[in-house]
């Protein structure tokens, strides 16, 4: 194993941007096709692994609302976290923000507490044994109507004290963040704090309406930010995060190839970035793959990949004290690999 790998198997990390729907594994779709007598259209894992080549945005989306109808019973959503827990076990992972969208599910007839109830029992769990802290972020679909989304936070709210944050998800082009301005002002009016994708496939403005519209507290993706100078250096000043997936962003082809992406970029302009992994079942890793492809195409060393491990704990909605205690973690692990 080169030291670099040592590295990023060994080094702490908090992940951000991780869609709880998107880590559903094929083997665990089979199972719950079965276990609920859901029919999908795929007769084997091999079968649903040769449906993962996506056009864009919307062509993963398509497939990943379909594979998520599995998901129907408390114990699914259980599973379904578990599994990511035990692979955040694996990479060091010691923080997670996990986005969910219950419109997937309460549009098919399931109730929002079956889906948040199996989460958090597993987020729980994982806390006792595991020791990995976090919590949930509600996303609200931006290609459903305002109104939609009202009646989602309103179902939402008797739990408000369990949800880190709201955010926007799903079908980007199109759907402005300004469509949700009333909803996300509620939200935090209730006292919730705010985060949206933008700027992933959509242009640098939908990231503007995020932080002047929303008042968001992170960007997810955000990488379309460098069409705008203006919206890099307030970027910048205020040191917002950017929750970068490069994986992700190659299978939906937001960059060609990885050598491409402009993670490097970013981080040379100064910006608060750090790697998550998005839909890691879909798009062919998990965080530390996600780091392993970045070091690898984007010529990074271990200084590089440490700075980027500490802004997730420097990002996320956590204790000062907590973020202090592993970023010193993450500096003696650079001192003892040099
Ligand atoms: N839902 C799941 N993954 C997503 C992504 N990358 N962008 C928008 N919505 C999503
Ligand atoms: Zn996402």
Not at 64 to 87: N, R, S
Not at 187 to 201: F, K, N, P, S
Not at 230 to 240: A, E, M, R, T
Request: with cysteine; proline share 3%; net charge negative.
């Amino acid at each position: 194993m080169t030291a670099i790998d040592k590295f990023i198997e060994s080094c702490p990390k908090a992940e951000l941007h991780l869609h709880i729907e998107g880590s559903l594994e094929p083997e665990l779709m089979m199972k719950l096709a079965k276990r609920n007598h859901v029919a999908i259209p795929f007769t084997s894992v091999e079968d649903i692994r040769a449906a993962y080549e996506f056009e864009n945005l919307q062509s993963f989306l398509d497939i990943y609302y379909q594979g998520a109808a599995v998901l129907l019973k408390e114990e699914d959503f259980y599973d379904l976290t578990m599994d990511y827990l035990k692979k955040c076990q694996q990479e060091s992972i010691r923080h997670v923000e996990i986005f969910f969208d219950p419109q997937t599910h309460t549009d098919r007839g399931g109730a929002f507490e079956t889906c948040f109830q199996g989460i958090q029992k597993a987020l729980q769990e994982g806390r006792e044994s595991m020791g990995i802290s976090g919590g949930l972020i509600l996303c609200f679909l931006r290609h459903l109507s305002e109104d939609e989304a009202m009646k989602t936070l309103d179902m939402a709210l008797p739990y408000k004290d369990q949800l880190l944050a709201v955010g926007l998800d799903s079908s980007e082009q199109g759907h402005p963040p300004e469509k949700f301005s009333r909803v996300f002002a509620k939200a935090r009016d209730e006292g919730l704090r705010t985060v949206a994708h933008a700027g992933e496939e959509g242009p640098a403005s939908y990231i503007w309406q995020a932080i002047e519209d929303l008042k968001v507290q992170r960007i997810d993706h955000g990488v379309r930010c460098l069409e705008d100078a203006k919206l890099v250096s307030y970027l910048k000043d205020k040191q917002i995060p950017l929750t970068v997936c490069p994986l992700s962003n190659i299978k939906l082809r937001v960059f060609d190839r990885m050598a491409d992406h402009n993670l490097k970029e970013l981080m040379n302009q100064g910006l608060m970035v750090m790697i998550n992994s998005d839909d890691p079942a879909y798009f062919g890793g998990y965080l530390n793959q996600n780091f392993k492809a970045v070091a690898d195409s984007l010529d990074l060393g271990i200084e590089d990949l440490a700075v980027l491990a500490k802004n997730s704990f420097t990002s996320a909605f956590m204790s000062a004290e907590e973020k202090a205690r592993y970023q010193k973690d993450i500096d003696a692990l650079v001192e003892s690999m040099n």
